[in-house]
């Protein structure tokens, strides 16, 4: 006799469980906007290091994917593609410099001959015009690919995570700063949804969307609503008391000021030092005492500050794992500088074609595992935490009445008089 396998009668068998499969996100288990930043700038990190085509393109793809698969229906998330378009228009603009204003990189391929316009003496080193090689142009080409994708990859972070969600995360020194930057970055996607919206009502109505007068007739409705969410947010803000401070000892105040000048200044000579090649040796401990005094100056700073945090964002392993595949990046990336010079900058003179390194391009590869780990965001309509087919908050069931609307067979207003 056979045992059955199957489920008692009345209970349901349990669900089995997938413990390397990402969760959907909620409220509860969305990632700290801090993990994705840090993501961001690590993989920018690791395109400020080279100039290799091909890792600046895998980078992007990288950045691009993570996105595909994790970016949701929120305002700011629709910002990559403007990212990517200041990209390509940074690309365009270097290019253009160096056509017209020359380069000082020689070059034995002439491409093409412009005429040259003659400068004064004082403007020795620049020239408007002349012969543009083709060294010069692939130089400009790599740099700026390099700038595009450290935007490109800020733009990353500014799609993925919420600007509210960060403004939590700021001490409490910085967080007036951080509410004016907040309000700022949130404007715009707004301002564009206004418009969206307005284009679509007057193609609806059969008016145009073109020209200058529907422009005209656009732009009013638009800054009469920017001006309406400007006197709610202002009001809002001074509800909740924005703006007030505690009183702190000037003992205080002074030591706050010289620990954040001084640790900002230990920041800036520790960057120059790792940009350098000279001041590596200095770099990272000037680096390390910056921020650690840095730091300790905005916690003291935020003895001003007399707000409460709120649902204050926790780090789970998931956002560590975010966080540290950006680090991770970052590290390799500056660790090949060292063993993969060459392949890291490729050289225009003479021109030669890139080659893609094995194992920094492995470690960009890092950068993905966002895409696995990080929780998967509801379909584009959806609410978090709810699924695709559930009806959204405050809608009525199918066959419901309208709201404000008198039930079936109950008597109106004439038959109760």
Sequence with gaps: ?????????????????????????SRSNALPAGAWW?????????????????????????????????????????SYGAFIRIGLFVVAVRLVFSVFLGSPIPGTHTVFTLPEVPLPDWAKGVR?????????????????????TLLICIGAANSLANPARLLKSLPGALYEAGVA??????????????????????????????????????GLPVLEGALERSVAVAASMDARGYGRTAQVPPAIRRTTNVLTLGGL????????????????????????????????????????????????????????????????????????????????????????????????????????LPAVVAPVPPPVGASAGAPANAAPVGAAPVGAAPVGAAPVGAPNSKEIQ
């Excluded at 006799?1 to 959907?24: F, V």
């Excluded at 993570?66 to 700011?76: C, F, G, H, I, M």
């Design 38 to 78: 840090l993501w961001a700038l690590g993989l920018a990190t690791a395109a400020s290091r080279t100039t290799n085509p091909l890792l600046l393109g895998l980078l992007v793809g990288v950045a691009g994917y993570v996105v595909a698969a994790r970016r949701t229906d929120a305002p700011w998330a629709r």
């Design 265 to 368: 200044l230990g920041v800036c000579a520790g960057t120059y030092g790792l940009l350098a090649a000279q001041g590596a040796v200095y770099g990272v401990p000037l680096l390390i005492a910056g921020l650690v005094a840095a730091l300790a100056g905005l916690r003291l700073g935020g003895a001003r500050s007399v707000r409460t945090r709120y649902r204050p964002d926790r780090w789970g392993v998931r956002a560590w794992l975010v966080a540290g595949s950006g680090v991770v990046v970052a590290v390799a990336m500056i660790w090949a500088g060292g063993a993969y010079g060459e392949a890291l900058h490729p050289g225009v003179v003479p021109l030669t074609a890139p080659v893609l390194p094995l194992w920094p391009a492995a470690a960009v590869l890092i950068g993905l």
């Design 1 to 25: 006799m056979t045992a059955s396998t199957s489920a008692p009668a009345g209970r349901t068998a349990p669900a089995r469980r997938r413990p390397l499969r990402a969760p959907a996100a």
């Design 128 to 148: 408007l015009g002349g012969r543009v090689t083709a060294e010069q142009l692939v130089f400009a080409l790599y740099d700026g690919a390099k700038l595009a």
């Design 181 to 218: 930057v907040v309000v700022a970055m949130t404007f715009a996607p707004n301002m564009v949804a206004d418009v969206m919206r307005l284009r679509t009502a007057r193609r609806l109505r059969g008016r145009p969307t073109g020209g200058i007068k529907a422009v005209l007739q656009i």
